[in-house]
């Protein structure tokens, strides 16, 4: 038996291979009540974000190429396992407790990752599929990522794919204040976005969502106006900045319903940030004259500034994961040995740690 994962991410696949890969919370619900009796191995959990697709697996030696051929057939293309990555023993560990401390993260040191762990975990923890090496192995890794968070500065600054779209705006049209805002979906990544522009103070947000409801709700916190997503779209004629966030199975702007916006606009220049995945906007929609779309994957020159100005305390996270995966390591070989050591949760001497973070 090992410990091994399996899959893609930011660092190894562009976005369109990625969004191929993605699970919604329904997808994975989904997945845990049909693959229940077809599944060869003895424990696992899938992480799907925006920026990665994982299996973690405790398995039978040689069992990793049923999850690589899991994805490729998710995927329904082939080439795709050559962006794959495997991790075993020790160094999915490390792997592991990177990923919860975010410092593997297109946005490094952003928090949304640690929840994100965290219900995946609970999720297929709940209906049976983790036993008790990944109920440690999982619970250690929020314990890791919660530990780095609090004993470096690696979550200051711009923490989400949210905040950092609204920075990228920022870097555009500079004072956002004299900007008509509108945000398509009010999710977590929307309402981080959402909340970030209201504190730039811009003109005028406007919140649209397929359910009115949580349009309102959001928009009530943020005292933006509130739409429906039809009346949302209609609304994107006099918007300066389009921010997309809505979970869909295909894109919600084809090329032809933007030029016919814009035509609409009287070709008035429009800033699309799409954070969606898979993307809420065609890409060929960057072709037209006084369109500018951005995705995900365009975010990673701020991620870049965001590790120059960490590069400090990404050193000391690291220490502090490699020695944590290390203790960690050390209880696992010991059960597997049949002389299992303690492992206990003890941050009175935190490794690497910068002490004006204690």
């Not at 660092?11 to 369109?16: I, K, N, S, V, Y």
């Not at 522009?197 to 409801?213: G, P, Q």
Request: charge should be neutral; include cysteine.
């Amino acid at each position: 038996m090992r410990l091994v994962v399996v899959g893609l991410s930011h660092h190894t696949a562009p976005l369109e291979l990625r969004e191929k890969l993605s699970f919604g919370l329904l997808d994975l619900e989904k997945f845990i009540e049909s693959q229940k009796e077809k599944i060869p191995v003895k424990e696992l959990m899938i992480l799907s974000t925006c920026n990665r697709t994982e299996i973690y697996i405790f398995a039978e030696e040689n069992l990793d190429s049923w999850a690589k051929q899991f994805l490729i057939d998710r995927s329904q293309n082939q080439q795709i396992e050559k962006f794959f990555y495997l991790k075993q023993e020790e160094e999915m560990v490390i792997h592991l407790f990177n990923v919860a401390s975010g410092l593997d993260s297109l946005v490094l040191g952003e928090n949304e990752i640690l929840k994100q762990v965290k219900d995946s975990y609970h999720l297929f923890q709940k209906s049976g599929w983790t036993g008790k090496l990944f109920n440690v192995l999982f619970q250690r890794a929020l314990y890791v990522g919660k530990l780095v968070r609090t004993h470096t500065g690696i979550s200051q600054g711009l923490l989400s794919s949210g905040s950092v779209a609204v920075s990228l705006a920022e870097k555009i049209f500079g004072d956002l204040r004299d900007s008509s805002v509108l945000i398509l979906g009010a999710g977590k990544m929307a309402g981080i976005a959402a909340r970030y522009l209201a504190s730039k103070k811009v003109k005028k947000l406007f919140v649209a969502n397929r359910t009115l409801e949580t349009a309102q709700t959001l928009a009530l916190e943020l005292h933006a106006q509130p739409l429906s997503l039809e009346e949302g779209l209609k609304r994107a004629e006099s918007a300066d900045i389009l921010i997309t966030s809505l979970s869909l199975a295909e894109p919600l702007l084809s090329k032809k319903e933007v030029q016919d916006l814009m035509k609409r606009r009287e070709n008035r220049s429009l800033f699309i940030i799409d954070i969606g995945v898979p993307r809420n906007v065609d890409p060929s929609v960057h072709d037209l004259d006084n369109v500018y779309l951005y995705n995900i994957d365009d975010l990673k020159s701020i991620v870049q500034e965001n590790i120059e100005k960490r590069s400090r305390e990404i050193e000391n996270a690291s220490i502090i994961v490699k020695e944590k995966a290390k203790e960690f390591f050390q209880w696992y070989v010991s059960v597997k040995e049949g002389a299992e050591k303690s492992l206990k949760h003890n941050s009175s001497r935190i490794p690497g740690c910068n002490q004006a973070h204690n």
